[in-house]
């Protein structure tokens, strides 16, 4: 038996696997996922399929996780929110907005489930997951425990956490525990927002302003399959910025606290005349050059090979090597691009 995947990833990639289990409860989940790990059938777990590239048909089971809940203990302006793996992300900000919790407004609708928001670290306009990050409830698929790390332990950076690094393919998380307040301090450091009046801006005006940004620049996957940036913003250094801004007066770049730089990858690619350019029905966004497009039936290898393309092309250009953001995921799991 196949089951189709279409569905199942913002891509809208049409590939398949042996058997698709949805778990809403944590019981379940846990269940499913440890006796699929202690049987010969390939496993993986996936949320919304907003960061997968399905590359083959998987050979092997598929836990897409829907668990739900979201329990609220309040002490003063503090708020700790304990958030099943399965309830959606952009939702959840919502809901916060609509409570009077603040402190994730910024990331609204980003697509895709909380338990995978640990993951890449989550960020956009200012803020990151990590700021809010109390700490993460994951089984240890290896010796089948619950167990709660602190955001301290997470690891945490740029698109990056220990669930990309040591636990991963080790660990699926099950819940995450989020930290806001109820008092209201906007950040508005990000170009695109530092135009509201932070003394007057209200949360729900923030919110409404961030999903309007966002939906003038990112495709809608609903409309045109996408998994946002697909490349992430590389990091350099001083020295090595100033070179390049010698050669590319225009190159954008944002300084970090360390004396690093981290540079638009989109300025990039669309300096690289790459905007639109296309590889079978894959194609890098016309509005915004960081997006792959699936424009016209693209295979999931149609997307690699013009990520592959870009990569190609930016290292001869600028001598910087890209990384992709999203996963890779082929007949029997996680694969590197090729
Ligand atoms: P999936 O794509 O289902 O899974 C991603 C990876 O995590 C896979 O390897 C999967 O196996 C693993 N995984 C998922 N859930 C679990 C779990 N519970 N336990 C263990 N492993 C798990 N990202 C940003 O950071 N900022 C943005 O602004 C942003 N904008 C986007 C805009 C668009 C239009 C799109 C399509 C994507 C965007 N993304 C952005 C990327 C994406 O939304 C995030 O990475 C999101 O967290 C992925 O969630 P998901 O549930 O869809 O994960
Ligand atoms: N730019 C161009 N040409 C392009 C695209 C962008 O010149 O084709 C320039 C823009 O004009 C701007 C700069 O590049 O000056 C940065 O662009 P933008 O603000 O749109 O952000 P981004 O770097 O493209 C990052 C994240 C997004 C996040 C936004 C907002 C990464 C890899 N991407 O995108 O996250 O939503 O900032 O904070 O860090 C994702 O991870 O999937 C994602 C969408």
Redesign the pocket.
């Known amino acids: 038996m196949s089951v189709s995947l279409l569905k199942h990833n913002t891509l809208g990639l049409e590939q398949s696997c042996d058997e698709l289990l949805v778990v809403d409860s944590k019981a379940s989940l846990i269940e499913t996922c440890l006796s699929l790990y202690h049987s010969d059938k390939a496993l993986m777990i996936l949320g919304g399929g907003s ?1 997968v590239v399905f590359t083959e048909d998987f050979a092997g089971s598929v836990v897409k996780i829907a668990t739900k809940g979201i329990a609220v203990e309040q002490e003063g302006d503090e708020v700790l929110l304990t958030v099943e793996a399965g309830e959606s992300w952009h939702e959840l900000v919502a809901y916060c907005v609509e409570h009077n919790f603040y402190g994730i407004e910024n990331l609204a609708l ?1 697509p895709g489930t909380v338990g995978a928001a640990p993951i ?1 670290n ?5 803020v990151e997951f990590s700021q809010v990050c109390h700490s993460v409830e994951f089984l240890d698929l290896d010796s089948s425990q619950l167990f709660e790390i602190s955001a301290e332990n997470c690891q945490f950076d ?2 990056e956490s220990i669930f990309k690094q040591q636990l991963k393919h080790k660990a699926v998380i099950t819940a995450v525990k989020i930290k806001l307040t109820k008092v209201w301090d906007p950040q508005l450091d ?3 927002l530092s135009s509201l009046d932070s003394a007057n801006v209200s949360p729900k005006q923030l919110f409404d302003l961030v999903c309007q940004i ?1 939906q003038s ?2 495709p809608d996957p609903a409309v045109l399959g996408n ?3 697909f ?3 590389p990091i350099i250094n001083t020295d090595k910025f100033e070179t390049l801004k010698d050669k590319f007066p225009q190159i ?1 770049g944002y300084n970090l606290e360390n004396g690093l730089v981290k540079l ?4 990039l ?3 690289a005349g790459l ?1 639109g350019f296309s590889i079978g029905g894959a194609s890098v ?1 016309q ?5 792959l497009v699936n424009s016209a039936n693209a295979t999931g290898n149609d997307i690699c090979q013009l990520a592959l393309h870009v990569i190609d092309v930016i290292e001869q250009r600028f001598e910087i090597s890209l990384e992709t ?1 999203p996963r890779m995921m082929a007949q029997f799991g996680e694969v590197v691009l090729s």
Not at 122 to 126: L, N
Not at 287 to 291: E, G, I, K
């Open positions: 960061n980003i890449q989550i960020g956009a306009y200012g740029y698109r990000y170009s695109p966002r620049k990112l998994v946002g940036s490349f992430k913003n954008i638009a990858a989109g300025w690619i669309e300096n905007k966004h509005l915004q050059a960081l997006v953001e």
